[in-house]
C-alpha cells in the first residue's frame, strides 16, 4: 500500500481548496535542470532512498512495520533560489521522527521536518510538462490573491502517479502557502 500525505480541507474557493497540512518529514534532494529532467534526476536517489539505500538499509513494504518505509506519494518539486534549481521531495510515512528515519546512504538525500502549514491547492489531471504545471500555477496565484489572502512561499508541483499511467488519468496539484 501507498501512504499518502495527510491534510484537512478547512475551506474551498473558487479555483482552489483551502488545506492545512500537519507537520511532516521529507526526504529531499536539490536538483539542477529543465522541470522534467530536474524530476528525474530527483526522483532517483529518493527512489533509491526508500528502497533501501539507507544506512539501516530498510527497504519499501506494502504495508508498515518497525523495519520498513512504505512508498509515499505524492513526490512534490518546488523551484529553488535560481532559474532551473529545484527542490524535490517524499513525504516520510506518518510515524517516523527525525530520530527513528533511517540516515540517508546519498549525500544528496537530506532529511526536513516541515512544519504546519496552511496552503491553497487545485487538482488536475494530465501530463507532468513545466506548461501544465505553469498554467494551474498562474491560475492558482490569481484566485488566491483574488479570495483576499496572501501567499507565503513557493509554489510546489506534485505528482501522485507513476509513469506507467496513462496520461489522462494521472493526478497531479498545485499546492501554493497561504499566510495565516
Same mark, same amino acid.
Given at each position: 500500500?501507498?501512504?499518502?500525505?495527510?491534510?484537512? &480541507?478547512?475551506?474551498?474557493?473558487?479555483?482552489?481548496?483551502?488545506?492545512?497540512?500537519?507537520?511532516?518529514?521529507?526526504?529531499?534532494?536539490?536538483?539542477?535542470?529543465?522541470?522534467?529532467?530536474?524530476?528525474?534526476?530527483?526522483?532517483?536517489?529518493?527512489? =533509491?532512498?526508500? %528502497?533501501?539505500?539507507?544506512?539501516?538499509?530498510?527497504?519499501?513494504?506494502?504495508?508498515?512495520?518497525?523495519?520498513?518505509?512504505?512508498?509515499?506519494?505524492?513526490?512534490?518539486?518546488?523551484?529553488?533560489?535560481?532559474?532551473?534549481? !529545484?527542490?524535490? !521531495?517524499?513525504?516520510?510515512?506518518?510515524?517516523?521522527?527525525?530520530?527513528?528515519?533511517?540516515? $540517508?546512504?546519498?549525500?544528496?538525500?537530506?532529511?526536513?521536518?516541515? $512544519?504546519?502549514?496552511?496552503?491553497?491547492?487545485?487538482?488536475?489531471?494530465?501530463? !507532468?510538462?513545466? %506548461?501544465?504545471?505553469?498554467?494551474? =500555477?498562474?491560475?492558482?496565484?490569481?484566485? &488566491?490573491?483574488?479570495?483576499?489572502?496572501?501567499?507565503?512561499?513557493?509554489?510546489?508541483?506534485?505528482?501522485?502517479?507513476?509513469?506507467?499511467?496513462?496520461?489522462?488519468?494521472?493526478?497531479?496539484?498545485?499546492?501554493?502557502?497561504?499566510?495565516?
Amino acid at each position: 500500500m501507498t501512504e499518502q500525505q495527510p491534510y484537512r &480541507v478547512v475551506g474551498r474557493h473558487p479555483g482552489f481548496e483551502l488545506r492545512r497540512y500537519p507537520a511532516h518529514l521529507v526526504a529531499e534532494v536539490r536538483a539542477e535542470g529543465a522541470f522534467e529532467q530536474a524530476a528525474l534526476d530527483a526522483f532517483r536517489p529518493l527512489g =533509491a532512498y526508500v %528502497g533501501g539505500a539507507n544506512r539501516s538499509r530498510q527497504t519499501i513494504a506494502w504495508g508498515t512495520g518497525p523495519e520498513t518505509i512504505a512508498m509515499t506519494i505524492p513526490f512534490v518539486q518546488e523551484e529553488g533560489d535560481r532559474p532551473d534549481h !529545484w527542490l524535490a !521531495w517524499l513525504v516520510m510515512p506518518v510515524g517516523f521522527t527525525p530520530d527513528t528515519l533511517p540516515v $540517508p546512504a546519498d549525500p544528496r538525500v537530506h532529511i526536513r521536518v516541515v $512544519p504546519e502549514q496552511l496552503a491553497a491547492a487545485v487538482r488536475f489531471a494530465g501530463r !507532468w510538462t513545466a %506548461g501544465a504545471f505553469d498554467r494551474r =500555477a498562474i491560475a492558482l496565484g490569481r484566485a &488566491v490573491t483574488a479570495a483576499g489572502l496572501r501567499p507565503t512561499g513557493a509554489v510546489r508541483y506534485a505528482r501522485f502517479d507513476p509513469p506507467r499511467k496513462l496520461w489522462f488519468l494521472r493526478r497531479n496539484e498545485v499546492v501554493l502557502p497561504i499566510a495565516e
